[in-house]
């Protein structure tokens, strides 16, 4: 698991059994740690960060985090592995911070009655949902037509129509009178601020982000596996015996092990492409994911 992505499921986590055990003693995490209305007395700058850290209690609402961290694992390991370390924490801190903008903009409007009766929301905003759907947009806008199964449905979908589907279900419940608690703007929100962000970095190829490199990442790996077992030689050729005929026969092994090698790689990036991730065996998904950390 790439490092980032682990730190952030690692703090998320112990940041939701902390409040949980602090709720158990009449501490309220929550309270102080979550994004309040920017009116309201008990809103602090902070919480627009530590507010994405923040999770509803595990023993009344455990789907709430399983959720969240099941996407940022599924989708943000792939996401950072294209992106980069560095680049990716900024966008999920930037994205977390953004939806919490827009969230406290909804909330504006609900004091002003812009859409009804001028309510006050003295509640606190918290959850990782802002990071995880933008994580979401970024995968369907890097991988479009990669195909995801998407439980009921009985057939694989392409990630660009599974981010609109959610997108479309958000800004229905969003401008709905559902009342169900959920920061349904703040989802928004996320997915906002991460369409900007990748329509900037795709217009400025200078910030090591473009559309090509999430098309080519399967083929990324390929090259970076040719290349580290390409070098892994170099280091070991001091090490030969200093006869011709026998180099010879060894450059011939090499070539013949690093195409076999090439080949089962290609066989199963070709499955993937045909089939979707899904389809590979425990075996294959190994072998992939040995052949994308060897550097």
Same mark, same amino acid.
């Given at each position: 698991?790439?490092? +980032? *992505?682990?730190?952030?499921? +690692?703090?998320?986590?112990? $940041?939701?059994?902390? *409040? ?6 009449? =501490? ?10 920017? $009116? ?9 960060? *530590?507010? $994405? ?71 606190? *905003? ?7 759907? &933008? ?14 199964? =998407? ?7 392409? &990630? ?104 089962? =790689?290609?066989? +199963? ?21 040995? &052949?994308?950390?060897?550097?």
């Amino acid at each position: 698991m790439p490092k +980032i *992505t682990k730190n952030l499921l +690692i703090v998320n986590v112990l $940041m939701a059994l902390a *409040t949980q055990v602090a709720y158990m003693r009449e =501490i309220d995490l929550n309270n102080l740690l979550g994004l309040h209305f920017f $009116m309201a007395p008990d809103f602090h700058v902070f919480q627009l960060l *530590t507010y $994405m850290f923040m999770h509803a209690l595990i023993l009344l609402n455990p789907t709430h985090i399983l959720f969240n961290m099941f996407a940022l694992w599924m989708f943000g390991s792939v996401i950072e592995r294209v992106w980069g370390e560095k680049k990716f924490l900024f966008y999920y801190i930037c994205c977390g911070i953004g939806a919490g903008l827009v969230q406290e903009v909804a909330q504006y409007c609900d004091y002003i009655g812009l859409f009804g009766q001028p309510v006050m929301n003295l509640g606190a *905003t918290v959850g990782a949902s802002g990071c995880v759907y &933008a994580i979401l947009l970024a995968f369907g806008m890097t991988f479009p037509n990669e195909r995801i199964f =998407i439980f009921p449905l009985p057939i694989p979908i392409k &990630a660009k129509w599974f981010v609109a589907g959610y997108a479309a279900i958000e800004l229905y419940f969003a401008f709905s009178s559902s009342g169900d608690g959920v920061a349904h703007t703040a989802h928004l929100g996320g997915m906002l601020f991460g369409y900007l962000l990748i329509r900037y970095w795709n217009e400025h190829p200078g910030s090591q982000y473009n559309r090509s490199r999430g098309e080519e990442f399967f083929n990324r790996m390929k090259r970076n596996f040719e290349q580290h077992k390409g070098s892994g030689r170099t280091q070991q050729t001091p090490h030969m015996h200093a006869d011709r005929g026998a180099t010879k026969v060894d450059d011939m092994e090499y070539n013949a092990r690093k195409k076999a090698r090439q080949d089962e =790689i290609d066989a +199963i990036l070709d499955k993937i492409r045909k089939s979707g991730y899904d389809s590979l065996t425990k075996e294959e998904k190994k072998r992939l994911f040995d &052949a994308s950390n060897e550097r």
